[in-house]
């Protein structure tokens, strides 16, 4: 290399400050730089006073964790590279060898497979509990549990549990509660103050999300985040997610950070939109059962109410039907092969709408006796057009008579 290569690397100009933009500056780091050593050896990566590895954190994901915070109403937050890696993190750093996690049966899949995986060879026990059955929450708590998740609305079949008695069931007991919160996103609900005095008094002790959905809105980025309120418990979680090696890229907190502005504006939009289509469907001779927790007669529609904003922007995206017995699954799977907007795939939050159908037998220890016999289809409603939304519905239906 000839001297150009140096000066190039070294060049001795630094832009001056003040420099500002409706779009923060990103910074991109596996190393950091530090002015001596003495610098070197006395700064704290553990409190955000400064800067020592990129995974540790640099002021892009310094930026977007904070204001995750104040979306959730937390006050620690860390950044792991997918919902998935939020919830493996919180059970790795809180469980050992003889202790026991509760999880909901109608709890996101990979959460209850990672049980049955990697956390029963290591020893760490668990059980599925009826999430729609506060009593049978509270009867399965022993003194080996550890750890009790909780999910509102469940996955897939969106019921939406009675979420302050089973807080105050893991309180009673001196369990951790940790939230799954990707469906209320920090907006149709506040997982830190479940009562709605401001006090704190009635509190989830962790909120995870899936940062790939409604914080992200587009489709393609992959991010977690764990936030707390309580620093013991976030220094416990952060510790393990620095021996784990997790992290998340630049560009992905830019897409993130770039996004959330437009958070409760998309969440809103898309709740509504979702709303409408499945009062739609409701009136379909087609379907046996439409599960939207804003539906009167939904699963769990009373403990919804009790909770959750009641306008747009407090119901998210989803819903789901179950089809009238009388179509079997080969049928349902043309109705899914005919739509045209709504897309084949997994996840939501995005601008386009999906679809998916389930085989509940399978992801489920019994059918809920609370659920029509049928085959479920899921819909996650993006930003197109309702009337569009809903003559591509209707066509699909003729398609699968």
């Given at each position: 290399m000839s001297e150009i290569s140096t000066r190039l690397i070294h060049h001795p100009y630094s832009p001056p400050a003040g420099f500002a933009a409706p779009q923060p500056g990103i910074h991109k780091a596996?190393?950091?730089?530090?002015?001596n050593v003495a610098a070197m050896r006395t700064r704290e990566w553990k409190d955000k006073s400064g800067y020592t590895y990129g995974l540790h954190g640099t002021p892009t994901t310094f930026l977007l964790e904070e204001r995750l915070?104040?979306?959730?109403?937390?006050?620690?937050?860390?950044?792991v590279p997918s919902g998935l890696a939020a919830i493996a993190n919180v059970a790795l750093a809180l469980l050992k060898t003889g202790d026991e996690v509760l999880i909901p049966d109608n709890a996101y899949g990979p959460n209850k497979t990672l049980a049955e995986g990697e956390l029963m060879a290591w020893g760490i026990t668990h059980q599925f509990y009826d999430a729609m059955n506060p009593a049978d929450l509270a009867q399965k708590i022993s003194d080996k549990t550890k750890l009790v998740w909780l999910e509102a609305a469940g996955s897939v079949t969106l019921e939406f549990p009675d979420l302050k008695e089973q807080v105050r069931i893991c309180r009673q007991h001196k369990v951790t509660a940790a939230l799954d919160n990707t469906w209320g996103a920090g907006l149709a609900f506040r997982p830190f103050d479940l009562g709605g005095d401001g006090s704190?008094?009635?509190?989830?002790?962790?909120s995870v999300q899936a940062l790939t959905k409604y914080p992200s809105g587009g489709g393609d980025v992959l991010m977690g985040s764990i936030v707390t309120r309580e620093p013991t418990l976030h220094m416990k979680i952060k510790l393990t997610h620095m021996r784990l090696g997790l992290g998340v890229a630049a560009n992905d907190t830019e897409t993130v950070l770039r996004s959330l502005p437009s958070i409760e504006l998309r969440y809103g939009a898309q709740d509504a939109a979702a709303r409408e289509l499945a009062l739609w469907c409701q009136a379909r001779p087609e379907f046996a059962q439409v599960l939207h927790p804003a539906l009167p007669g939904s699963p769990g529609h009373e403990h919804w109410r009790a909770l959750c904003r009641h306008e747009a922007g407090g119901a998210a995206s989803l819903f789901s039907v179950l089809f009238d017995a009388r179509y079997g699954s080969a049928q349902v799977d043309a109705f899914c092969d005919a739509l045209q907007l709504f897309k084949l795939g997994y996840s939501w939050g995005g601008p386009i709408s999906l679809v998916v159908p389930y085989e509940l037998e399978s992801m489920r220890t019994a059918w809920p006796a609370h659920l029509a016999r049928g085959?479920?289809?899921?819909f996650a409603i993006g930003l197109e057009a309702v009337a569009d939304l809903r003559a591509d519905l209707a066509q699909a239906l003729q398609a699968m008579a």
């Open positions: 596996s190393t950091v730089f530090f002015a915070c104040t979306l959730e109403g937390g006050l620690q937050c860390l950044l704190g008094r009635l509190a989830v002790d962790i085959t479920l289809v899921r």
